[in-house]
């Protein structure tokens, strides 16, 4: 199997074959005549001139130019050279090198004149051809350019395609990652009750301690299956959430707060929105604020009371208020937190389009929180 050739060495090969063949028919047509040792070395020396071109353009069609002041055969190089800089280099340098070359072949002409045509219809014919190649030479130019720059704009094109699919992919992962936050520690903090009443009231009866058992073990089971689903969906490149339809929204805040409280916690709620549905982003972004708020209260103030205010109708803003006293000074939390789960549920407000606050006032602990509610 033979080497491919470098794209220089055929560029040097078929320069100096073109070149060369075209030199040496007009030196073959010259053969013979008083200046035939001159025509001689500016032929050898054209074609030296002609390679130069390949190299330094500019440099290599002038002194083909020059060498076309004394001999007709230089020609070939001089106008290949005007043809090459009009290809590589900006429009004046190659309009300038295309005049040296025309005043050069006027040179040539009044030196050593074409029997068979006048000087002024050889000057107009030298004019002409220079302007062609000159023309040619520019739009080739323009269109590598042109070319050049859609190739460029399709990489940066397939770049950014490539960049912004990436980020839609770690949007949705960390939106995954947010939502089995909120699933889990949810689950997870309702085990962590039940157990925390087996260890203190060992003394309950069997019915109950059957009861909180089969909570703890339902809990666990549950966690387990959605931890093995977000495992298997990371494994996944596309429609990660889409596997996790439906979505809760308001219209499931019964069974979080019926579970809230089978798990032993006081939960007061105000209802004022008069049953009305929210659009399905608040909807279920205002779940996700309860379900933080009521995971929080269990965590960091077991035993302690929560109220829930909501309040809203469609046209203004659906509010979101949960509050809950304090935990004594140094107890420890019931169930060990990160702290990322508010900064969460703040980034997952903002993208649904509203704003939540959470502070510490007097003797109590209050997440607000408000989302827009089109009419």
């Known amino acids: ?96 090198v295309a005049a040296a070359g025309m005043a050069a072949h006027l040179v040539q002409g009044l030196w050593r004149p074409s029997s068979g045509i006048s000087l002024g219809w050889w000057l107009l014919l030298v004019c002409a051809s220079y302007a062609a190649l000159l023309g040619w030479g520019a739009l080739a130019r323009s269109r590598r350019a042109l070319l050049a720059s859609l190739r460029e704009r399709a990489r940066r094109a397939e770049a950014e395609q490539g960049r912004r699919v990436a980020e839609a992919r770690m949007a949705e992962r960390r939106e995954l990652a947010r939502e089995m936050h909120d699933v889990l520690a949810h689950r997870l903090s309702l085990v962590a009750t039940h157990a925390g009443a087996l260890e203190y009231r060992p003394d309950s009866s069997p019915e109950q301690l059957a009861r909180a058992a089969g909570v703890i073990r339902t809990g666990v089971h549950q966690a387990l299956e959605e931890l093995r689903q977000v495992i298997g969906l990371l494994r996944e490149d596309d429609d990660l959430l889409d ?38 982003t608040a909807g279920m972004t205002g779940y996700r604020v309860v379900q933080e708020g009521l995971t929080n209260a269990r965590k960091h103030a077991p035993g302690q009371p929560v109220e829930v205010a909501l309040s809203g109708a469609p046209g203004t803003r659906l509010l979101i208020d949960i509050r809950n006293p304090l935990p004594a000074p140094g107890s420890a939390p019931a169930v060990p937190g990160g702290g990322v789960g508010l900064v969460g549920l703040t980034e997952r407000v903002r993208l649904a389009g509203g704003q939540l606050d959470h502070q510490s006032t007097g003797e109590e602990f209050r997440l607000h929180a408000w989302l827009p509610w089109p009419a």
């Open 243 to 280: 596997e996790l339809q439906p979505r809760p929204t308001l219209a499931d805040l019964p069974r979080l707060l019926g579970e809230a409280r089978e798990a032993g916690q006081v939960v007061r709620v105000n209802d004022g929105t008069g049953g009305a549905s929210p659009p399905a």
């Open 1 to 96: 199997m033979s080497a491919k050739c470098p794209p220089r060495t055929v560029a040097v090969a078929s320069m100096a074959a073109g070149v060369g063949a075209v030199t040496g028919v007009s030196l073959w047509g010259r053969a013979g005549g008083p200046l035939w040792p001159l025509d001689v070395a500016v032929a050898a020396a054209s074609v030296v001139a002609a390679l130069t071109q390949l190299w330094w353009p500019a440099r290599g069609a002038l002194a083909a130019a020059l060498l076309a002041t004394l001999s007709p055969v230089a020609t070939p190089a001089a106008t290949t050279g005007a043809l090459q800089v009009a290809q590589r280099r900006r429009f004046p340098v190659a309009a300038a």
